[in-house]
Structures are given as C-alpha cells and as structure tokens.
C-alpha cells in the first residue's frame, strides 16, 4: 500500500479580514486612477495598515472593524464625506485611533513587551492611552504635511485639529477601559 507524499506547502487559511485586504488593495488601484500620488500614497498606507492584524493573529472582529475602518476614513477623505457631514471627522478620529491603539497593543503583545494582565490589566490600558496620543498627533502632523507638501485641498485648521485630537484621545480612552475590562474576564477565567 503506497501513502500520498506529504504536501510541501499547506493551502492558505482565508479569514475574514482578508475580504478587508483585497478591498484595500482594489483601492489601491482605484485611488490611483482617480488621484495620482495622492491616492496612491494614501491607499498604500492603508493597505499596509490592514495587513498588521493578519501579522499579529488579531481576534477577527478587530482585524475587520480596524480594516474597514483604515478604508472609510481613507475614502471619506477622497470623497470629500468629511465635508458633506460634518460630525463624521470626529467620530473616524475616535474610532480610527481607538483601533490603531488596540493594534499598537497587539502588536507589542505579540513581541512580548506587553502582559494584558499585568497591574491588573491596567498595563495595557496605559499602553492604549499612550499609543491612541501618539498615533492622534501623528496623525495631524501627517495631515499637516499633506496639506503642506501635497495637495493643499487637505483640510487642516486649529480647530480641526485641536477637535481631532481630543476626538483621538476619547476614543483611545474609551478603548482602554475595554482592553482593561478583557484582561480582567480573562484573568478571572
């Protein structure tokens, strides 16, 4: 009796955020065509940013509302929704940063830097605070420097920015208690 040969290379196990990835790099293309560089760069990002989940193994409720959120506030910036409705910039920024927050603590999580029940959980709420900061002031230096360096149709303000990162902050604070919260079930499990 003769056994099949081990496969050399096991098929690729789809999850549902890969459904967030093929959209991102279909925006590639499409933010491509209809803004050049601009678009390009942006939907780059994002697609870049959309693979980190898959990288750390995130939960698929994370990896997905973290991808599809990366991809509506990138194409609500390209379809100019942020000035049509007014509250929506403050609601991507809360959410947008919670997310990229969670992410930053996966990742650090994944590298081993970060115990999600150390100090009673709070070690990675901290980690969330401090990540969501970091990432809303990066995030407004980056839209400082687009509208600076790249397209001045870029809306920057003090207004809109001071609004955006308290927006950033609240979100990450929000979320902090939520990771705080799941490390403790998980601790008392």
């Keep these: 009796m ?3 040969p081990p496969a050399l ?3 690729p196990v789809l999850v549902p955020g890969d459904v967030v990835r093929v959209l991102a790099l279909a925006s590639v293309l499409v933010g491509t065509a209809r803004s050049g560089v601009v678009g390009a760069a942006l939907f780059l990002l994002v697609l870049g940013g959309t693979v980190v989940p898959r990288a750390v193994r995130a939960p698929a409720a994370v990896d ?3 991808g599809a959120t990366l991809l509506v506030a990138a194409w609500a910036a390209q379809l100019d929704w942020y000035a049509a409705v007014a509250w929506l ?3 991507v920024h809360a959410v947008a940063t919670a997310l990229v927050a969670v992410m930053t603590l996966l990742v650090l999580r994944r590298a081993g830097v970060v115990d999600l029940r150390a100090a009673g ?3 990675g709420a901290v980690v969330v605070v401090g990540a969501g900061a970091t990432a809303a002031v990066l995030w407004e230096i980056g839209e400082w420097a687009g509208h600076t360096f790249l397209d001045d149709g870029i809306q920057v303000g003090y207004g809109d920015t001071v609004g955006d990162l308290a927006a950033g902050l609240a979100g990450s604070v929000v979320a902090a208690f939520v990771v705080r919260s799941a490390a403790v079930r998980g601790r008392s499990s």
Excluded: F, I, K, M
């Design 2 to 4: 003769t056994t099949a």
């Design 9 to 11: 290379v096991s098929a």
């Design 64 to 66: 997905v509302a973290y």
């Design 89 to 91: 910039d403050v609601v």
């Design 121 to 123: 959980g709070w070690a």
